[in-house]
């Protein structure tokens, strides 16, 4: 059974970093895409960044220059290094892996141009304030 596991989040002001990390057990990170997406309160989810099976990137346009994806195979886990954040980067942040067959709960985004499969985890809150 795929499962990913967000942490990383915190509290940070404008202009700050961090790194969220999206570990996965049930499956290796190299032979699937996962996403980055994000939910702030009283907004839908949208996508933030992802990888492919290929390790090609993607990105939104609010992240691109400032958000950085990558993976690391040795620990099965996902990064999103997050750089020069603003207040409006405050939300949940969520990873979500790619399906690779058609699914009844699976979800298409735009920003990775794939389907995800619609199983979250707890996410990890990342707030931006000054």
């Known amino acids: 059974q795929f499962e990913v596991v967000e942490s990383g989040g915190g509290l940070v002001q404008p202009g700050g970093s961090l790194r969220l990390s999206c570990e996965a057990s049930g499956f290796t990170v190299n032979d699937y895409g996962i996403g980055w997406f994000r939910q702030a309160p009283g907004k839908e989810r949208e996508g933030v960044s992802c990888?492919?099976?290929?390790?090609?990137?993607s990105y939104a346009d609010s992240a691109k220059g400032r958000f950085t994806i990558s993976r690391d195979s040795a620990r099965n886990t996902v990064y999103l290094q997050m750089t020069s954040l603003k207040p409006e980067d405050t939300a949940v942040y969520y990873c979500a892996v790619e399906s690779d067959r058609p699914s009844p709960s699976q979800f298409y985004s735009e920003t990775c141009s794939a389907f995800f499969l619609d199983n979250w985890g707890q996410g990890t809150q990342v707030t931006v304030f000054s």
């Open positions: 990888i492919s099976s290929d390790g090609d990137t």
